[in-house]
């Protein structure tokens, strides 16, 4: 199971930081990843982190923007989001998986219940 956190109402320009908290799984045998749904639109990457940390992926659309990062001592996922934009506003889901691309929603398994981001210009 995944729980994200993190989101809010930010002003364009400034950063929030979401967290994925997971429970009743081996975390840390999982690749994390972060998508994200703006309204009337599809699901899409945006970030993932391989299971030891070591390989991270983004979007064009958030890199060096955008940071993700994983502890898995504590079952948890970050993504770190600076100099957010306005169309950076969605619902952002976090999800485990490892089968398959990482830049593809069919190779995630477990997906957490979405946090909102709004970025207001």
């Known amino acids: 199971q995944l729980q994200a956190s993190g989101g809010g109402l930010v002003q364009a320009g400034g950063s929030l930081r979401l967290a994925c908290a997971a429970s009743g799984r081996t975390f840390s045998s999982y690749v994390m990843g972060w998508f994200r749904q703006a309204p009337g639109k599809d699901r899409v990457f945006v970030a993932a982190i391989n299971w030891r940390g070591g390989s991270t992926y983004y979007a064009d659309s958030v890199k060096d923007r955008f940071t993700i990062s994983r502890d898995n001592a504590k079952n948890t996922g970050y993504l770190q989001m600076n100099s957010l934009k306005a169309e950076d506003t969605a619902v952002y889901y976090c999800?485990?998986?490892?089968?398959?691309?990482?830049?593809?929603?069919?190779?995630?398994?477990?997906w957490g219940q979405g946090t909102q981001v709004t970025v207001s210009s």
């Open positions: 999800a485990a998986g490892g089968i398959g691309s990482v830049y593809h929603r069919s190779s995630y398994g477990s």
